[in-house]
């Protein structure tokens, strides 16, 4: 059974910082691109970043240089540090899994339940 189970949203002040964290799976994890997209309300839910089994990763423009993504393969854990949070970035995030990079940028297999993330301006 593939499982997806983020942790770490919550409410931040503007400029503040975040950690999220999505546990998969070991018989997903390894060679799976793994990723976070987000949805604010009234919104189409939108990629944020993304990262290949090789650890290649890649954002959204307005999330360049504030978002990290990293994996731990030992843990079957990716994470999205968020760092000079903005109100903009209020949202439901989801982790995403994929065998393919290319299909997991566009429409993925699995998806977690969300988390949210709310900062205050």
């Known amino acids: 059974q593939v499982q997806l189970v983020e942790s770490g949203g919550g409410l931040v002040q503007a400029g503040g910082s975040l950690r999220l964290s999505c546990a998969a799976s070991?018989?997903?994890?390894?060679?799976?691109?793994m990723g976070w997209y987000r949805q604010a309300p009234g919104k189409q839910r939108e990629l944020v970043a993304a990262?290949?089994?090789?650890?290649?990763?890649n954002y959204a423009d307005s999330v360049k240089g504030r978002f990290t993504i990293s994996r731990d393969n030992t843990k079957n854990t990716v994470y999205l540090q968020m760092i000079s949070l903005k109100p903009e970035d209020t949202a439901v995030y989801y982790c995403?899994?994929?065998?393919?990079?290319?299909?997991?940028?566009?429409?993925?297999?699995?998806w977690g339940q969300g988390t949210q993330v709310t900062v205050s301006s």
């Open positions: 990262i290949t089994s090789g650890g290649s990763t």
């Open positions: 995403a899994a994929d065998p393919s990079f290319g299909v997991l940028v566009t429409l993925p297999h699995y």
């Open positions: 070991r018989s997903i994890f390894r060679g799976y691109a």
